[in-house]
Antibody
Framework: EVQLVQSGAEVKKPGESVKISCKGS????????IGWVRQMPGRGLEWMGV????????RYSPSFQGLVTISADRSISTAYLQWSSLRASDTAMYYC??????????WGQGTLVTVSS | EIVLTQSPATLSLSPGERATLSCRAS??????LTWYQQKPGQAPRLLIY???NRAAGIPARFSGSGSGTDFTLTISSLEPEDFAVYYC??????????FGGGTKVEIK
């Protein structure tokens, strides 16, 4: 069974850093792109970027380039999304997603990041 | 950049009624259009891929149609569990995806 299990909720202050994770199982982790999706409170889905765990090739959507860093550790089948300096506007639910050739076939359960002073 | 426009933003219907959701692309997608369902407090779920192919375990009351720039998701007879938000998605800049703004199907 394919599963993407994300790390738990985070509560941070503006300016702090955070790294959230997404562990894949039940499939060959290195053979499929993993993406990250932002959903701000009461809003729609926004595609942030992707990583190919086999060689760590990374692509970012223009709106998120330079604002976040996506990485992966193939040895433990885990992808990461990190911020070096959070802002209140980063408060959102973040989903990781396994890509098939048409889009997302499996989703993580989501990680809520709350940034508040 | 290809933009997806979903309409209506909100659809108010009663159980048993037919729901017709639209997704319009700013450029031709051929048949490369995917639909997802998201219920409150849950991650999205894959419904339809390549415009008309139901994902595994999706009931037959869900159907997708269209090609080029105009696509439709139809729910033939709404069940109580179908009231949710529906998103379309295109993969024109693979592997960077784009979502539409969503259509909320609410109970009338």
């Amino acid at each position: 069974e394919v599963q993407l299990v994300q790390s738990g909720a985070e509560v941070k202050k503006p300016g702090e850093s955070v790294k959230i994770s997404c562990k894949g199982s039940g499939y060959r982790f290195t053979s499929y792109w993993i993406g990250w999706v932002r959903q701000m409170p009461g809003r729609g889905l926004e595609w942030m970027g992707v990583i190919y765990p086999d060689d760590s090739e990374t692509r970012y959507s223009p709106s998120f380039q330079g604002l976040v860093t996506i990485s992966a550790d193939r040895s433990i089948s885990t992808a990461y999304l990190q911020w070096s300096s959070l802002r209140a506007s980063d408060t959102a639910m973040y989903y990781c997603a396994k890509l098939a050739n048409f889009g997302v076939d499996y989703w993580g359960q989501g990680t809520l990041v709350t940034v508040s002073s | 950049e290809i933009v997806l426009t979903q309409s209506p933003a909100t659809l108010s219907l009663s159980p048993g009624e037919r729901a017709t959701l639209s997704c319009r692309a700013s450029q031709s997608l051929s048949r490369s259009l995917t639909w997802y369902q998201q219920k409150p407090g849950q991650a999205p779920r894959l419904l339809i891929y390549d415009a008309s192919n139901r994902a595994a375990g999706i009931p037959a009351r869900f159907s997708g149609s269209g090609s080029g720039t105009d696509f439709t998701l139809t729910i033939s007879s709404l069940e109580p569990e179908d009231f949710a938000v529906y998103y379309c998605q295109q993969r024109g800049n693979w592997p960077l995806l784009t979502f539409g703004g969503g259509t909320k199907v609410e109970i009338k």
